[in-house]
């Protein structure tokens, strides 16, 4: 039972280029989300999810995007990366009213 | 919108030293609230929780929190520190019924324990 899986455990990108942060889970969680990270910023809501199809927009969304075409997969899309996404990206799942299972994180750095 | 306030964000200690660890959140309905860790280098994990019932709740190694409804606060405590106690701490809540369950974070309390 792997829980929350995230790749890459590390990226680094240079400005413009685009890339996919990928999410998987095997709990059947219906509820999928991603966050940033930041010093002295805690956790940022980017995107979440209630289910396969359905996607919303958490406190920072713009530069992202998400789809959520199985309720195993949750992948997260830079579109043109930029210095600010440097960053370390949580996936985060849960049931319900649940506590989170977090994945261990893709740390990010954007030249 | 709800919030949720950490109101240290760097304590020191050395070891065996108490630990209390301040969380306050601003909504007014009923909520579910969490404290996670995090590890150096590590994920976050859950530490403990409150759905309901006694407000005095035990966590892993050691931890405890009590909800003090009527001070909308959740703080963190545990009576003697180790320096594996070392990490950053986050106190989180959401709504205990209706909507999609959003958590809101505080910003986090890093703790440094000197052995």
């Known amino acids: 039972n792997a829980g929350v899986t995230q790749t890459p455990k590390f990226q680094v990108l240079k400005t413009g280029q685009s890339m996919t942060l990928q999410c998987a889970q095997d709990?059947?969680?219906?509820?999928m989300s991603w966050y940033r990270q930041d010093p002295g910023m805690g956790l940022r809501l980017i995107h979440y999810s209630v289910g396969a199809g359905i996607t919303d927009q958490g406190e920072v969304p713009n530069g992202y995007n998400v789809s959520r075409s199985t309720t195993e997969d949750f992948p997260l899309r830079l579109l043109s990366a930029a210095p600010s996404q440097t960053s370390v990206y949580f996936c985060?799942?849960?049931?319900?009213?649940?506590?989170?299972?977090f994945g261990n994180g893709t740390r990010l750095t954007v030249t | 919108a709800q919030s949720v306030s950490q109101h240290n964000h760097h304590v020191i200690l050395s070891e065996a030293a108490s630990l209390e660890l301040g969380c306050n959140y601003s909504?007014?309905?009923?909520?579910?609230l969490f404290w996670y860790v995090q590890y150096p280098g590590q994920h976050l994990q859950l530490l403990l929780k409150?759905?309901?019932?006694?407000?005095l709740v035990k966590g892993i190694k050691g931890f405890e929190a009590e909800f003090i409804k009527s001070k909308f606060s959740f703080n963190l405590r545990k009576p003697s520190v180790q320096w594996s106690d070392t990490a950053e701490y986050f106190c989180?809540?959401?709504?205990?019924?209706?909507?999609?369950?959003?958590?809101?974070f505080g910003r986090g309390t890093s703790l440094i324990v000197h052995p």
């Open positions: 985060a799942t849960r049931q319900y009213n649940s506590p989170l299972h």
């Open positions: 989180a809540v959401t709504l205990s019924s209706g909507g999609s369950y959003i958590p809101t």
């Open positions: 409150y759905f309901s019932g006694d407000p």
């Open positions: 709990m059947n969680h219906e509820y």
């Open positions: 909504y007014g309905g009923t909520v579910n």
